[in-house]
């Protein structure tokens, strides 16, 4: 078992659950951004997770598993941008209303992006949790080498 590469993994972990967290703050921060008549509405954002260095089209065998290469390095995270979705709320004397009365918002939902940065920040703290257990095996590998 290579402890170094389990680490490694969890980094991956944390980083990605890093950025799903900044996505669902800057969706929070433009909820209620009203944009302009025949403008545009700000876009949302979202964090698409995918793994990466797997071995393709093998199966681990023992002997992969006990060399350390079992194909398994972490995850990649890439920021996606949706396409601009509005929602219209009417408000007559609002200064971005239209001509009658209704005012465009990103179709963001508050709520939504709040259970996102829940997800976020359990995952991110499951990800510290495996770090720090490898860390401390590390250690006592090490307290057991020296006696």
């Given at each position: 078992m290579n402890l170094f590469a389990s680490m490694a993994v969890s980094a991956t972990g944390m980083s990605a659950e890093q950025r799903r967290m900044e996505?669902?703050?800057?969706?929070?921060?433009?909820?209620?951004?009203?944009?302009?008549?025949?403008?545009?509405?700000?876009?949302?954002?979202?964090?698409?997770?995918?793994?990466?260095?797997?071995?393709?089209?093998?199966?681990?065998?023992f002997q992969m598993l006990m060399s350390g290469n079992d194909g398994m390095r972490g995850v990649?995270?890439?920021?996606?941008?949706?396409?601009?979705?509005?929602?219209?709320?009417?408000?007559?004397?609002?200064?971005?209303?239209d001509e009658n009365g209704m005012v465009s918002y990103p179709d963001i939902s508050f709520l939504d992006e709040m259970v996102n940065m829940m997800g976020a920040q359990r995952a991110f703290d499951a990800n510290v949790t495996a770090y720090m257990e490898a860390r401390t095996m590390l250690q006592k590998a090490l307290e057991i080498g020296r006696a």
């Open positions: 996505a669902a703050a800057q969706n929070i921060a433009v909820v209620h951004v009203a944009a302009k008549p025949g403008q545009e509405s700000v876009q949302s954002r979202h964090v698409r997770v995918s793994e990466f260095n797997t071995i393709p089209d093998e199966d681990p065998t990649a995270a890439e920021t996606m941008v949706t396409p601009a979705q509005h929602r219209l709320k009417y408000e007559p004397g609002h200064p971005l209303a």
